[in-house]
């Protein structure tokens, strides 16, 4: 039956999908993601589009089904493109046919009004796109429990959309709790809890809480190292945003270190590329003490 539905969808879909576009569109897999945020590694559960069973299963049972992915991957192409004026009903037409065949109160719609507020975010409609995201937040709660992984998501994007409008304060309760959340179901050392402390370290930065700042990206940046590995590229990130609030503080020592790993790894990396050659001259290539 969902595949059915699926394939009813993906037909529909076709009428904004003009065959003189689909080579643009195939070259659109490498272009930035326009939902991206001013905060390092955030992450929704919109952005990527797929979802695994066992990821499903882990979720308290919930699965995004295949058609909003569909969805989402073409609202993310049109989005890239600017074509807002064709997103933003592609997705006001889809809410409207899931409020009707499944009610308001459905995880579903939840996921659909997630999408469409994330399209007013980049269009910098924040008002609108506020409203949608708490609409989503009360139907996820109540109906996947206010634990559940997808509340977290909900609670991330209110926190990023509060951080776009420079309310650090109203953000940062959301940031927190959606890292409880997180670890709570993922445990206290999962990437995700890393990228949920690179933001909630940004707004504490925001507000000059940089003793919290430190302690968050410390924490994510273990995380990283440790489950991901040292040549990861959100090791280096995160050694950046580190080093970034060092230096607002005036601790330009540590900032420098930070700095010189970072270059190091780099350096390395391209070292490696080329066949080991260049390494020997991998010191010339730091800032000086």
Known sequence: EEEKKHLEFLNQLKQYDPKEEQAEKEGLDDRKDPFSSLFPGEDDDQRHGSQSPSVAAQQGGYEIPARLRTL???VIQYASQGRYEVAVPLCKQALEDLEKSSGHSHPDVATMLNILALVYRD???YKEATDLLNDALDIREQTLGGEHPAVAATLNNLAVLYGKRGKY??????????????????????????????????LCQNQGKFEEVEQYYQRALHIYQTRLGPDDPNVAKTK?????????QGKYQQAEELYKEILSSHDLELATRRGGKGLACLPACLPLS
């Open 72 to 74: 989402h991957n073409l």
């Open 123 to 125: 269009q910098n409609k």
């Open 169 to 202: 304060t109203e953000a940062e309760p959301l940031c927190k709790r959606a890292l409880e959340i997180r670890e709570k179901v993922l445990g206290t050392n999962h990437p995700d809890v890393a990228k949920q402390l690179n933001n909630l370290a940004l």
């Open 240 to 248: 950046n945003n580190l080093a970034n609030a060092y230096l607002k």
